[in-house]
């Protein structure tokens, strides 16, 4: 059985887009998704991207991290099936109702409310969120912000010093996490302006995530260090970030469509039930 796709991005951060929408797709599950995302003997991306319909939105979509692990959500994915579908759309996925826009800027992404409530990131036990009485090495006092999936958001005077690639997977796994977390180092440059990079869940250094800019901007307001709209610049490039009054995230940017082609399910581990 071959399987069509399309490799899209945003900002850099890259997905691999099966539309099983119309035509039903083989079971998909950890191993046959890290096995799509191997760089070396898969088709490579940060994250797949599963299409499916849905009874309560215009479609459904699945999220699989390059490890193989299903979260809820992911900004910059978001942005890219909007671009293939190509109108306005309703969204179903693990974290809530999105929905998407074709706009001038790209893509707009009504992203949903965020969550501070502890046990709503989740945290293993109760604390303040908005700033957390812990610390790894320099990194202290973050907020942690759930925007469909969770995030913690640590203020710096510069991003680029951290050694992402040492401290994230540390704070990832810290059993503080018991879902294990998102994990932002943002430097405030403007009112209207936040530099940031991410170690993201399951896939690790990123050169774009959404929802961390999207978490990020809300913790900067939530904060009072930026102001409602901010422009949130990322390793790939910039997202616009809104917190509107009704308490709706609102993120825009572009995203790409790369290329198409097509694959033999067997050859990843996918295995084909045929109905006789």
């Not at 083989?26 to 940060?46: E, K, N, W």
């Amino acid at each position: 059985m071959r399987i069509d796709f399309t490799k899209m991005h945003g900002l850099g951060n890259d997905f691999i887009v099966l539309d099983g929408r119309v035509h039903a797709l083989p079971p998909v599950d950890a191993a046959f998704a890290s096995a799509l995302a191997d760089r070396h003997t898969g088709i490579g991306c940060d994250q797949l991207i599963v299409l499916e319909p849905s009874m309560d939105a215009d479609f459904r979509m699945r999220i699989f991290n390059a490890d193989g692990s299903e979260v809820e959500a992911c900004g910059n994915a978001t942005r890219a099936v909007g671009l293939l579908h190509g109108e306005p759309t309703r969204i179903e996925t693990l974290g809530g109702l999105v929905i998407s826009t074709p706009t001038d800027g790209g893509i707009s992404v009504q992203m949903g409310k965020p969550r501070f409530d502890w046990n709503a990131i989740p945290l293993a036990y109760a604390m303040d969120t908005h700033a957390m009485p812990v610390a790894w090495e320099e990194l202290v006092n973050p907020i942690a912000v759930n925007v469909g999936n969770p995030h913690v958001i640590f203020f710096v005077a510069d991003p680029y010093a951290i050694d992402m690639a040492r401290i994230g997977p540390m704070i990832e796994t810290d059993p503080l996490f018991p879902e294990r977390i998102n994990v932002n180092v943002a430097g405030i440059t403007a009112r209207d302006a936040i530099t940031l990079r991410v170690w993201e869940r399951g896939a690790g250094l990123t050169r774009a995530c959404g929802t961390g800019a999207c978490a990020t901007a809300i913790g900067a307001m939530k904060r009072g260090l930026v102001d409602r709209r901010v422009t949130v610049t990322l390793p790939g490039g910039p997202l616009v970030i809104e917190w509107r009054e009704d308490n709706e995230i609102v993120m825009t940017g572009p995203a790409t469509e790369a290329f198409r082609g097509s694959f033999d399910a067997a050859d990843f581990g996918a295995h084909i039930r045929i109905a006789i």
